[in-house]
């Protein structure tokens, strides 16, 4: 057996192992250069921190693409949903409509029923424009690295090399397991950010598009942390404003210290949002529009 055939598929690539491998190498070396780089230039502090090291990761995350994408397999950014066609008002406006609709109506059923109840917080209501900008700085850039990481290059190899499910199946798997460690991690909030890692998955294979996915990711987030005021998977990104979002009902369902996307509501507009894309795929694959 020679050596081409150690690291080359038959079409002449390289295999999905040493392409993940590469791509995950580059990565954690870009990472560990930029965060040496703001150590030294002091621009690390306890406010500004998360924020930094949210952009750390994406410009890292981004350079891996570059570096594997356009360097070693010499491919273009739309081959996997990250052109410029991509990036239309139209996948955006999709992914942003889905990921505030799957969250958002469960929590005003949830409001509704009393099981989810708002309670005064510290802070002038004054500041709620504020503190919604902020939210939308810190979450923007988050939302943009995770989806990079989950549903970029790796969901791509993946996706060519065993196929959409294998793909779907293992990166959503994934990305509910490095949730764990998050405050109120339990066995449920976590298979329901596996489901959610199935939904963002689903929304790249219905729009061929990871932009869509990510103006998923942070309508979805946006909802929660600057409209709710309530608990991110386990963490509240800062103190809100006039109000907060309290669970007052059984932790299956409202989602408990988790806040709402920990519930079994959010699971049901989880599935309506994948019963949606279903629907809107397979019209598009009648039509020609996308392989059926």
């Known amino acids: 057996m020679t050596l081409q055939r150690l690291i080359h598929s038959a079409d002449g690539t390289l295999l999905a192992p040493l392409r993940i491998g590469g791509f995950l190498l580059v990565t954690v070396a870009a990472v560990a250069i930029l965060g040496g780089l703001a150590d030294a230039l002091h621009l690390t502090s306890p406010a500004m921190g998360p924020l930094l090291s949210s952009w750390i990761v994406l410009i890292a995350l981004v350079v891996a693409h570059v570096v594997m994408l356009r360097v070693v397999e010499k491919r273009d950014w ?22 505030a609709l799957a969250i958002g109506v469960p ?3 949830l409001l509704t ?23 939308a700085l810190f979450l923007a850039p988050a939302a943009l690295w995770e ?25 959503s798997i994934l990305f509910g397991v490095i949730h764990w460690n998050n405050p109120g991690a339990g066995l449920r909030p976590l298979v329901l950010v596996s489901l959610a890692g199935v939904f963002l998955g689903a929304v790249v294979l219905a729009t061929q598009s990871v932009y869509a996915a990510w103006t998923a990711h942070f309508a979805w987030n946006w909802v929660m942390a600057a409209l709710l005021h309530s608990d991110v998977s386990g963490f509240l990104p800062s103190t809100p404003p006039g109000y907060r979002v309290m669970d007052s009902g ?3 369902l409202t989602g408990g210290t988790w806040g709402p ?12 949002g994948l019963g949606f894309l279903y629907v809107r795929s397979k019209r598009r694959a009648r039509a020609g529009e996308l392989p059926s």
Not at 79 to 93: E, F, H, K, V
Not at 115 to 122: I, V
Not at 261 to 272: D, P, T, Y
């Open 107 to 109: 929590s005003v059923i």
């Open 261 to 272: 996307e920990g519930g079994a509501a959010a699971g049901v507009g989880m599935a309506a």
């Open 113 to 135: 029923a009393g099981w989810l109840r708002p309670m005064e917080a510290a802070g002038s209501a004054a500041g709620w424009w504020g503190f919604a900008a902020w939210m």
């Open 250 to 252: 059984p932790d299956w």
């Open 147 to 171: 989806e990079l990481a989950f549903r970029g290059y790796i969901f791509d190899v993946l996706r060519r090399a065993l196929g959409a499910p294998a793909a779907l199946g293992s990166t």
């Open 78 to 99: 739309s081959s996997m949903g990250l052109g410029r066609n991509d990036a239309r008002a139209m996948p955006l406006i999709i992914g942003a409509f889905l990921g």
